[in-house]
């Protein structure tokens, strides 16, 4: 099939199929969370040009002894005027966690117009208008963490505050005191985990999917700026 040219039809691209990065396994850690280069596609024509890198969202990936990979913002530079429609998902519910490994956090997608307004994009939508020069951020959701937080290597929890992947106020979620540097206090790290461990129930979930559905629908426009759900109700 050829597609038509953009001077002779409206340009319509598809965004969606983004690599979303995984939840920690019993074994290994999601390593795909550095930043890489766009693999966005579009059609017809030159209609979407990929801002260059994809940067990750650091604390996004869900904490773990294996860590969750961040979500990544991916921008979209548009050439054209035409429509989009995006397919992706987690915008309401989190990423759980598996085994004491925390949720990841939600995606989120926003246009930048042109005309200096914003507009919040719902994870699902089509034929939503674009003019030459706008800017989407289709900011992927993280994955779950998997396993105790607290049996993560603190080291490794600092070299990934050095890299980005983490912040100081994240490396917390590990029960890792760490500088900017990702230079890590050990003292204050055993104090810590010892502390957070004495405040802790002593069976750690096997699932975390975050707070209460009744919370999150109840924050969604807060939190979101979409409003929440309405659950289907039968046809008359």
Same mark, same amino acid.
């Given at each position: 099939?050829?597609? &038509?040219?953009?001077?002779?039809?409206?340009?319509?691209? %598809?965004?969606?199929?983004? !690599?979303? $990065?995984?939840?920690?396994?019993?074994? #290994?850690?999601?390593?795909?969370?550095?930043? /890489?280069?766009?693999?966005?596609?579009?059609?017809?024509? +030159?209609?979407?040009?990929?801002?260059?890198? /994809?940067?990750? !969202?650091?604390?996004?990936?869900?904490?773990?002894?294996?860590?969750?990979?961040?979500?990544?913002?991916?921008?979209?530079?548009? @050439?054209?005027?035409?429509?989009? #429609?995006?397919? *992706? *998902?987690?915008?309401?519910?989190?990423?759980?966690?598996? @085994?004491?490994?925390? &949720?990841?956090?939600?995606?989120?997608?926003? %246009?930048?117009?042109?005309d200096g307004t914003r507009e919040v994009l719902p994870s699902k939508?089509? *034929?939503?208008?674009?003019?030459?020069?706008?800017? %989407?951020?289709?900011?992927?959701?993280?994955?779950?963490?998997?396993?105790?937080? $607290?049996?993560? +290597?603190?080291?490794?929890?600092?070299?990934?505050? $050095?890299?980005?992947?983490?912040?100081?106020?994240?490396?917390?979620?590990?029960?890792?005191?760490? +500088?900017?540097?990702?230079?890590?206090?050990?003292?204050?790290?055993?104090?810590?985990?010892d502390d957070l461990r004495a405040d802790r129930d002593d069976e $750690?979930? !096997?699932?975390?999917?975050?707070?209460?559905?009744?919370?999150? %629908?109840?924050?969604?426009?807060?939190?979101?700026?979409? &409003?929440?759900?309405?659950? &289907? !109700?039968? #046809?008359?």
């Amino acid at each position: 099939m050829r597609w &038509p040219s953009a001077a002779t039809a409206v340009n319509r691209a %598809l965004l969606g199929g983004e !690599v979303v $990065l995984g939840c920690g396994m019993p074994d #290994a850690d999601v390593t795909g969370d550095r930043p /890489q280069a766009y693999l966005g596609r579009t059609r017809p024509g +030159d209609g979407v040009h990929g801002c260059g890198q /994809q940067p990750t !969202v650091a604390d996004t990936g869900g904490a773990g002894k294996h860590r969750g990979g961040n979500g990544v913002d991916v921008a979209y530079r548009f @050439l054209n005027d035409g429509e989009i #429609a995006i397919h *992706d *998902d987690r915008w309401l519910t989190y990423p759980w966690g598996v @085994l004491g490994g925390e &949720p990841g956090a939600r995606g989120s997608k926003w %246009l930048e117009r042109a005309d200096g307004t914003r507009e919040v994009l719902p994870s699902k939508c089509h *034929d939503v208008p674009v003019k030459k020069g706008d800017l %989407l951020h289709f900011v992927t959701w993280g994955g779950g963490g998997w396993g105790d937080p $607290l049996e993560r +290597d603190p080291d490794l929890v600092g070299l990934e505050v $050095l890299q980005g992947l983490v912040t100081v106020d994240g490396a917390r979620r590990y029960g890792v005191v760490s +500088d900017e540097e990702g230079s890590v206090d050990a003292d204050a790290t055993a104090t810590m985990r010892d502390d957070l461990r004495a405040d802790r129930d002593d069976e $750690l979930p !096997v699932f975390d999917m975050g707070p209460p559905m009744e919370e999150i %629908l109840a924050n969604a426009m807060e939190e979101t700026g979409l &409003p929440a759900p309405k659950p &289907p !109700v039968p #046809a008359p």
